[in-house]
């Protein structure tokens, strides 16, 4: 009943973060622009986990750990997000999301490149289906939604970065007191970007309500709802069962925004989502087999 209880906070935090895009573009129909957004999303976010953390007692981290993770907050999250809802502007919501989930297979990749691990097939096969998953998302597009496809592939890039190079800093510090000074630091970041490019606030209800709802249910819940259900399920499940967010944002990007949906977008989707049920099988294999051995010496 727990494991039960873990899948369905698992995939709620996936719909929760799903939705995100669609508060996002809402927001910008009505005046506001991806910094603007950004800094009063993660401000209301950043009061309720400060709250949180004070209620349970827990400490924020210090000295370089609390470096660490400020930089991780400012130019990790920072710079993907700002990039990702940047690309938001400028293609099909359901276009953006797909190619942005190619980060699973970067993270795969980049241990290669940087750490200098082998190459397996599994990660030859996932980069491999991946860029074809793109390939076939990406065509046919138009020149207008040229530096949206850009940008999503860098916010991928930034977004693998950021979870290859700060998961120790976030684990050594505790998911909760790591990710309110992520999103404190990321706070400050798109407030330093609004005093110089001049803020554009939402206007009317619908506008503030997105954006408040932005804040309150794609990031706090959905954070919340992901820590609670990585307590009863392991890694590896949590990150299959997180693809549903794609399925909500394309799924809502249809019936909200009137997206239509092509075949060779529907192909790309369905390619890039296998290879991350595919990585993180792998993965999970890999992580029994070791834990195998271990036991055995």
Known sequence: MDRLIGVFLVALSAACFGVNPIFARIAFGAGSNPATFLFIRY???SAVMVGILAA???KYPKGRLLVILILVGTVGLGGSTFCYFTALTL???????????????LVSLFPV???KECMSYEKITGLFLTLLGIT???APFSRGEYSGIVLSMITAVVYALF???????IHEAGLLPASTVIIVSATF???????IQGAQWPTGPIGWGATVASALISTVSGLVCLLAGLRRIDTAN???????????SITLAVVVLKEAISWSKTVGAVLIIFVVLFLAKSEYKRARIELFNRDLQ
Do not use: D, H, N, R
Not at 92 to 105: G, K, R
Not at 163 to 169: M, T
């Open 43 to 45: 401000a209301l976010a």
């Open 56 to 58: 349970k007692q827990l």
């Open 91 to 105: 293609a099909p919501v359901s276009l953006v999301v797909v190619i942005t989930y190619m980060y699973p297979a």
């Open 113 to 115: 490149v940087f750490l």
């Open 136 to 138: 076939f998302t990406a």
């Open 163 to 169: 979870l290859i190079f700060g998961s120790a800093a």
């Open 189 to 195: 970041a798109y407030g330093a970007m609004v005093a």
């Open 238 to 248: 949590a990150a299959m069962i997180s693809t549903f967010e794609v399925v909500v």
